[in-house]
């Protein structure tokens, strides 16, 4: 018996609902609007770590002390497991509760380990991109909306989003960068955002989904409303919200 639960996809999307986030292992995710910080939960706890690790390799080879110390390490791993694994239900919570469909890039995870130590510690235990990305893409579908992922050949970073034209000269160092072909100014992740979005509204159109955009008349005069009719995102200050719930252990 099949245990499936169909959920009919929403008929139309709204416009001013569709987000577009790039993946950065500093901030976690960067929108058009806001950002959406990594709580590095293992950083803080890393002198923890170092301490007990050196406890357990200090203690007599078989005894019950090295034992204790042992199992005091494991559980300090398994409570940052929890705390990692509730941080990203929470936030893929709310990112499907408040929007309609959700464009972010498919990641080499593999390819970003050859990043510098720093960043792949940050990547590899901080950061769980697909154990996120799967929750994501449930949540959305169980209330017939769409996440799209954008294949990771796309150039977001390096392509103007401005003029389209490609930097290839870009390097992961660079944070900020002039375009040489019409001279717009962009910040490197909220640049990719919009080239994200972009593509995530191409493909949604190529599947032949509706997507309504908002009408002068019911942003008109709103506080808190920007150039492209997008509500000022909520996902920042509910990062925060999170990062005062994370104390040292
Ligand atoms: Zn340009």
């Not at 940050?122 to 294949?151: E, H, N, P």
């Amino acid at each position: 018996m099949k245990q499936e639960c169909k959920v009919e996809p929403l008929a139309a999307l709204q416009e001013n609902k569709i987000a577009a986030f790039d993946m950065s292992a500093r901030d976690f995710l960067v929108g058009e609007h806001g950002r959406c910080e990594n709580p590095r939960l293992y950083r803080s706890v890393e002198p923890r770590l170092v301490r007990l690790h050196r406890r357990v390799s200090r203690k007599v080879k078989g005894s019950s002390n090295r034992d204790k110390a042992r199992v005091r390490l494991a559980r300090t791993y398994e409570n940052i497991g929890h705390r990692r694994t509730d941080w990203l239900q929470k936030i893929s919570t709310t990112l499907a509760n408040e929007h309609d469909a959700i464009i972010i890039e498919a990641l080499n995870v593999a390819g970003m380990k050859r990043w510098n130590g720093g960043i792949a510690k940050s990547v590899t235990l901080d950061f769980s991109w697909g154990a996120f990305v799967r929750m994501l893409g449930y949540k959305m579908a169980w209330r017939g909306k769409q996440l799209v992922t954008i294949d990771r050949f796309y150039p977001s970073s390096k392509m103007c989003s401005a003029c389209g034209a490609v930097n290839s000269t870009l390097t992961l160092a660079d944070r900020h960068w002039t375009c040489p072909s019409c001279g717009a100014m962009h910040d490197r992740d909220v640049n990719a955002a919009t080239n994200i979005k972009r593509e995530g509204l191409r493909i949604l159109s190529e599947k032949g989904i509706n997507v309504i955009k908002p009408t002068t008349n019911s942003t008109a005069g709103t506080a808190g409303i920007n150039a492209s009719g997008n509500p000022a995102r909520p996902v920042t200050s509910m990062a925060r919200v999170d990062e005062r719930r994370i104390h040292v252990l």
